[in-house]
């Protein structure tokens, strides 16, 4: 396990120090009286669990575990019981290119403290909701025996990647090996090659689809229910914590093809080279982390 690495308030894909995380993100809210702290605190976790296999259809589904996630959190706030809208907020950056962004493992990483405390206490609170701008996964792909470890990037939203200087839309999935961390490519889901970001975007790119993301559409925001109430008192003390852990396992699907064994080991490029989008009826692509909530 490499040590922690700090979270720091950056621009997608600037930071790209790749850490092993998890897939899935269940949420932990804590108190803690005995902190000098004030306030309430979002921390993140990532919990690597959950890799499986699955078999559907006329082809063999594949799930594979990402060796590392990256994630850009525009916001985390909380909802009141009883209401639907987020009534306080623990941060939120107020800008979709400028998420806070994450490099997950399985360290508890503190991110953004709110010093001030909600008002009209004492009061429960029952949802927590997250705004993802985008997230990253990394899977090796075979080329042959050969495995290179690449990074597949998707959008949540319609935006302009400040780093990569491309327009890109909600669903957009990007493909770029570990050597250069900006050597992003387009996905031609029509031939399976990778077309680079200086050319057009192709007419029909590798998208995850809308029904891989929370309420089967394209979106950054996510609603969890806490399985009790998170309870704060009219004059509360210390710092209460709001974890947040991301489930990494199973976060990139594909249909194996291939009718060479080892099937459904591993993920590969087909023989002219290119992905086996290509192939009839093969689908690959990272997908949504499943996003759950819990309380103690």
């Keep these: 396990m490499k040590p922690l690495i700090p979270i720091t308030k950056v621009l997608p894909g600037r930071a790209f120090a790749w850490i092993p995380a998890i897939l899935f993100f269940p949420l932990i809210i804590t108190g803690c009286g005995d902190k000098k702290d004030e306030g309430?605190?979002?921390?993140?976790?990532?919990?690597?669990s959950n890799a499986g296999v699955g078999d559907s259809g006329s082809y063999p589904d594949?799930?594979?575990?990402?060796?590392?996630?990256q994630i850009?959190?525009?916001?985390?706030?909380?909802?009141?019981?009883?209401?639907?809208e987020p009534s306080y907020t623990i941060f939120d950056t107020e800008d979709n290119t400028d998420p806070v962004v994450l490099d997950l493992n399985a360290t508890t990483q503190s991110a953004v403290i709110n010093p001030v405390f909600p008002t009209g206490c004492p009061c429960?609170?029952?949802?927590?909701?997250?705004?993802?701008?985008?997230?990253?996964?990394?899977?090796p792909v075979y080329d042959g025996d050969i495995a290179v470890n690449?990074?597949?990037?998707?959008?949540?939203?319609d935006l302009t990647d400040p780093d990569l200087?491309?327009?890109?839309?909600a669903g957009d999935v990007l493909v770029a090996d570990l050597s250069n961390a900006l050597s992003f490519n387009w996905i031609d889901t029509t031939d399976g090659g990778f077309v680079s970001l200086t050319s057009a975007r192709p007419t029909v790119p590798l998208q995850?689809?809308?029904a891989r993301f929370p309420d089967d559409a394209y979106g950054a925001a996510v609603t969890m229910d806490l399985p009790s109430f998170f309870e704060i008192p009219d004059k509360p003390e210390g710092m209460l914590t709001v974890t947040l852990t991301v489930h990494a396992g199973s976060l990139f699907f594909y249909d194996e093809t291939d009718t060479e064994e080892p099937a459904l080991t591993r993920f590969d490029r087909y023989t002219d080279g290119r992905l086996n989008a290509n192939e009839p009826d093969s689908h690959f692509y990272p997908t949504f982390p499943t996003i759950t909530a819990a309380f103690e």
């Excluded at 429960?124 to 899977?139: A, G, Y």
């Excluded at 690449?150 to 939203?157: A, E, Q």
């Design 40 to 48: 309430v605190e979002a921390v993140f976790l990532a919990d690597f």
């Design 62 to 69: 594949g799930f594979l575990t990402s060796d590392a996630i």
């Design 72 to 84: 850009g959190v525009k916001s985390v706030k909380l909802i009141k019981a009883e209401e639907t």
């Design 124 to 139: 429960d609170f029952s949802k927590v909701q997250v705004e993802l701008t985008f997230m990253e996964v990394q899977v």
């Design 150 to 157: 690449r990074r597949f990037r998707f959008y949540t939203i």
């Design 165 to 169: 200087g491309v327009p890109v839309t």
């Design 208 to 210: 995850v689809p809308a």
